[in-house]
């Protein structure tokens, strides 16, 4: 929905600079999707609830240590793929996404073009509300989280300095 909104948006509009901005979320955005599912498929990890659980043969692993045979716990004991697609969480990638999403909203109200800053904050705000409650009920381990908000903040310094650059401004200079 964001990236078709996003499209017709940019066609609309005569501002290449904007488009460009556009563009560039979009491109952002689909590039924390495509890592989070690129992560999720090569590297099946059980969810901290099924390891407290203690199924047979399903205990703690790195996330860099690959779980073998998942499809056994699948067929055998009924388990629900996903519980075996810890890695990273996919949450606090898409929560994360949030801070780009909401600093974008500047591009097209005047009265937000000083707030960059406080709705990047509230964004953040709102993605540790969502990666702590992860935490919480046992669907992920830290390093799960943390892989997601750290693959997002890679990508959120991008998207600033893109910005800037768009902006013609330099990050000195702000």
């Known amino acids: 929905l964001l990236l078709w909104n996003g499209y017709h948006l940019a066609k609309k509009t005569e501002d290449k600079n904007l488009v460009l901005k556009i563009v560039c979320l979009l491109i952002l955005l689909a590039l924390a999707y495509a890592s989070l599912q690129i992560l999720k498929s090569n590297f099946p990890r059980a969810r901290y609830r099924l390891v407290v659980q203690e199924y047979e043969n399903i205990g703690f692993r790195p996330w860099y240590m690959l779980l073998e045979d998942t499809a056994k716990f699948i067929n055998d004991m009924g388990i ?76 959120t310094i991008i998207y600033t300095l893109i910005q800037y650059k768009l902006e013609g401004r330099s990050i000195k200079s702000s």
């Open 80 to 155: 629900d793929k996903g519980e075996f697609r810890s890695f990273p969480s996919g949450h606090s990638i898409l929560s994360m996404c949030m801070v780009m999403i909401l600093q974008s909203l500047t591009w097209f109200s005047p009265k937000l073009k000083d707030k960059r800053i406080i709705l990047g904050v509230l964004g953040a705000v709102f993605s540790m509300i969502i990666i702590f409650t992860r935490l919480m009920l046992g669907a992920h381990y830290m390093s799960d989280v943390s892989a997601g908000a750290i693959i997002v903040s890679f990508l």
